[in-house]
């Protein structure tokens, strides 16, 4: 399986739906499924402060979409997201997380006290946003699309699950809860980063 940083890398320089590297799927599936009209850049989303946000603003940006929790296992991959941010945000790279409280129960705070959270634990400075569902009846629009239309379609497993999404607006790629921000596995041997594919980071 490709990690998910050399997903991030090689979309940060290309515009692309699903790509194979070195004969692997970037994502979790060997073969995407055909998307559908609607795209992730059609919805509107609000801020963790309650303020309307159209995902359009965000074109041509690559975007990793994930489904977030402050008590759950996969919590300190905050500390990783906000690095890996900090690190490819002037190359056009946005986090955009959405906490939810569908597995466990594992986001029962307020909106108010995530953004604390998320601030002071982690200092975090990549977009959040209000909670939302992210399966069952009450589904988000946002998580309709990209679990039943997208090109990497069916349910969220857990939280934490990466959607990476292209320049265009493309959803490229899906990464389950695991697969750390940076390219390690919580359930395997560390991956090795590969600096190589941008010129002069290693």
Not at 32 to 56: C, H, R, W, Y
Not at 81 to 96: H, P, R, W
Not at 100 to 106: K, L
Request: glycine share 6%; with cysteine; charged share 25%.
């Amino acid at each position: 399986m490709v990690n998910l940083l050399t997903a991030l890398l090689l979309l940060s320089f290309t515009q692309l739906g699903t790509y194979s590297f070195k004969g692997q799927p970037m994502g979790e599936d060997r073969k995407a499924a055909p998307a559908k009209s609607k795209g992730v850049l059609d919805f509107k989303m609000n801020t963790i402060e309650g303020k309307p946000q159209p995902l359009s603003t965000y074109k041509g940006k690559v975007l990793m979409i994930i489904n977030t929790a402050s008590e759950c296992g996969f919590t300190p991959q905050y500390e990783t997201l906000e690095k890996l941010y900090e690190t490819y945000k002037d190359k056009g790279f946005c986090v955009l997380a959405f906490p939810a409280n569908n597995f466990g129960h594992q986001e029962p705070s307020t909106n108010a006290e995530i953004k604390t959270f998320c601030s002071t634990k982690y200092h975090t400075t990549f977009d959040i946003f209000s909670k939302i569902s992210v399966k069952g009846d009450d589904q988000h629009p946002l998580y309709k699309y990209l679990t039943k239309d997208s090109p990497f379609p069916g349910d969220v497993k857990w939280n934490f699950q990466k959607y990476l999404v292209d320049r265009s607006g493309k959803v490229a790629a899906r990464f389950m809860s695991p697969v750390d921000p940076q390219g390690r596995r919580s359930d395997s041997k560390q991956t090795a980063f590969i600096h190589w594919i941008i010129p002069g980071v290693r």
